[in-house]
């Protein structure tokens, strides 16, 4: 049976992809699994909740109610995927926590698989969480985000170790498109007959990756 | 039979955690599989029978009755390990009486191991207490148990305070006890279930239960770290009375 997947999107660093990711990924889901629950802990950032307010919920893990809210919905095996839209002020108290209280443990014990996508960056408190989340979680649950857009082609040494998720740059005027509240990534799949536009290619390729990691799931 | 263990949890302070020092030493026992009797000396209603009431009896240890139950029974009872938790005002006076009993005397002469839990807490009245309750130490393992519980400091601050409580006494061995989740403690609590319990998800009569993941979480990492003073200071081996086992504060 196949696991029920938990994906946390993540970095320490603002402005680095998060939400677009966590939008890509929650209506991928929607769309592969006709079901799909998305928290957005990142209040203070462009929010999850406002591209997506029907299947986002928010979380706050600034407290041990809201912890126990949070966690206690993540590590039930109802084949729901779930996303987390992590915001880079919750990280170090998101993991801690995690770390503290047994997730990845638990999660596997329970056929709830936690997927990491750490939105990678040069900087060194990046690094140094990277080299964190890989004592935390296994690699083959823990990708990197190469984000063309913040890294410019160059993915630190230490990023470049384990799975990667390449997210290819977009051109401003398509980045400014789809930036828009009321933009859909698979209404435009759907709407959108000319598969050869640079937007449906983009799409598509970061659903295919979207894919191939809810391929592996089958494997863990 | 094998030799008999007492293990005296106590403070003449209240509100120090003596009884959750004495749930974590039952569990551990339990998660040892070292069979274990305990007395609750806070008659008549008796906190820690609440989370251990197969093996609890609830005692008025001020009275000779319940002194005869607990001391006059450890040759013969099959659990050779005693633990009394001894309510808040009680440690000095029932010191008193086990010396007076000859108690004592037999510890020092090796018929029974006597371990004491000194719970502290962070005042100068409670580490006053560890003079007084010293001078009944001879023979006895003596730890002084800094519970942090209730996010206390015990004066580390100032060294010389911090010095002359802690390292005066020889022979002392000092245990910490780290802070658990506030959340967490409470629904512990209000479960009336050992902690051991709680983490494997269980109800008072092994029912399957369903506490937070997260708190049962806060729980296992808690006592992961307080048993591990346990074992650091082989309190197995102790009640054993293993050659290992040495005594608390051997170099």
């Known amino acids: 049976m196949s696991r029920t997947p938990v994906y946390i999107i993540c970095s320490t660093r603002p402005q680095v992809g998060k939400t677009l990711m966590a939008r890509l990924l929650t209506e991928f889901l929607k769309l592969q699994r006709g079901d799909v629950v998305a928290f957005d802990v990142s209040l203070k950032e462009p929010s999850l909740l406002d591209f997506l307010p029907r299947l986002t919920e928010t979380a706050d893990i600034n407290d041990t109610f809201g912890k126990m809210a949070l966690m206690d919905r993540l590590i039930v095996h109802d084949e729901t995927a779930k996303v987390i839209d992590l915001g880079y002020h919750a990280f170090d108290e998101f993991f801690q926590m995690t770390a503290e209280i047994g997730f990845a443990k638990e999660a596997a014990r329970r056929g709830v698989a936690p997927i990491v996508l750490f939105m990678g960056d040069s900087d060194r408190a990046s690094l140094r969480a990277y080299e964190m989340l890989q004592q935390q979680y296994p690699q083959r649950a823990l990708y990197v985000v190469d984000n063309e857009q913040v890294l410019r082609g160059e993915v630190p040494r230490a990023l470049g170790q384990g799975k990667m998720l390449h997210v290819a740059a977009l051109p401003p005027f398509l980045k400014t498109y789809i930036d828009r509240l009321n933009f859909s990534f698979t209404g435009y799949l759907r709407s959108e007959h000319d598969s050869s536009t640079e937007l449906h290619q983009w799409i598509r390729r970061n659903y295919f990756a979207f894919r191939e990691i809810e391929l592996g799931l089958l494997l863990m | ?251």
């Open chain 2, 1 to 251: 039979m094998a030799k008999p263990a007492v293990i005296v949890v106590g403070a003449d302070k209240g509100g120090v955690g003596k009884t959750t020092v004495s749930r974590t030493v039952l569990d551990y026992f339990s998660a040892n599989n070292v069979a274990t009797r305990a007395f609750d000396t806070e008659a008549p209603r008796g906190t820690l029978k609440r989370f251990h009431p197969d093996i609890t009896e609830i005692v008025d240890m001020t009275t000779t009755s319940d002194q005869m139950k607990i001391f006059d029974t450890l040759n013969t009872v099959a659990p050779s390990v005693t633990v009394i938790d001894v309510r808040a005002g009680l440690l000095s006076p029932a010191l008193a009486s086990l010396r007076d009993i000859g108690f004592l005397d037999a510890a020092k002469s090796g018929q029974i191991t006597f371990a004491v839990f000194h719970i502290l807490g962070p005042s100068i009245a409670s580490l006053d207490e560890i003079a007084e309750t010293a001078g009944f130490m001879d023979g006895a393992k003596y730890f002084l148990v800094k519970n942090f519980i209730n996010n206390t400091s015990f004066f580390e601050w100032d060294q010389a305070t911090y010095n002359s409580y802690f390292h005066k006494i020889k022979g002392a061995t000092e245990i910490t006890i780290p802070k658990l989740n506030e959340m967490a403690y409470e629904q512990v609590e209000v479960s009336s279930v050992p902690f051991l319990k709680f983490v494997a998800n269980k109800g008072p009569h092994d029912e399957a239960a369903n506490y937070s993941f997260v708190l049962r979480g806060y729980v296992r990492h808690w006592l992961a770290n307080v048993w591990s003073e346990f074992d650091r200071i082989k309190l197995t081996d102790i009640v054993h009375d293993k050659p290992s086992a040495r005594t608390p504060g051997e170099q």
